[in-house]
Structures are given as C-alpha cells and as structure tokens.
C-alpha cells in the first residue's frame, strides 16, 4: 500500500475486527481510527501519527507489533474458537 492509501485510513476510520496483521503503516494519521478487535499481530506502527494508548486498549497484538516509543502493546490475540459440530458429509 502505499503512502496515500495509508495516510486515509487514519481520518475516522472504522477498522473494527480489521486484520492488519504484518502491515507497515507508515506514517499512518491513525486519529480517531476505531481499532476494537483489530489484530495487530507483527504491524509495523512504530511510526503511525496520532495512536493513542485507548486504541491499542481495544485491539490485539503479539511480541512482533511495533508501536510508537511510549505505547505499551495491546493484549495478546487469542486463536479463533473452534466452530464446534462435526464436519459437512462428503456428497457424492
């Protein structure tokens, strides 16, 4: 993506549940961005604008998300939940 594509992401975006897993937002305008359930599993934030603490509160992470110097990570990620019930039958 480049650099237009992720300055607008930042202006009131709504990136609920979004995976942004491995991306480079690079000098992203990340203000007012909705990040609740993101998974920011290895994002590279370290130099997104405007990325406030309650943001990364609302998203998830691992060891590998980057982030401004000051931010501490967002909680871990947790694997998706089996989706119960056995298998469809193989149709002939």
Do not use: F, V
């Amino acid at each position: 993506m480049g650099r237009a594509g992720a300055a607008y992401w930042g202006h009131r975006a709504n990136l609920t549940n979004a995976s942004l897993s491995s991306a480079r937002l690079i000098n992203a305008d990340l203000s007012g961005a909705i990040l609740l359930g993101a998974n920011l599993s290895g994002a590279d934030l370290s130099r997104a604008r405007n990325l406030t603490q309650t943001q990364l509160d609302a998203a998830c992470g691992d060891a590998n998300t980057k982030l401004p110097e000051g931010l501490k990570p967002p909680k871990p990620c947790q694997a998706m939940p089996p989706l119960g019930g056995p298998p469809p039958p193989d149709i002939p």
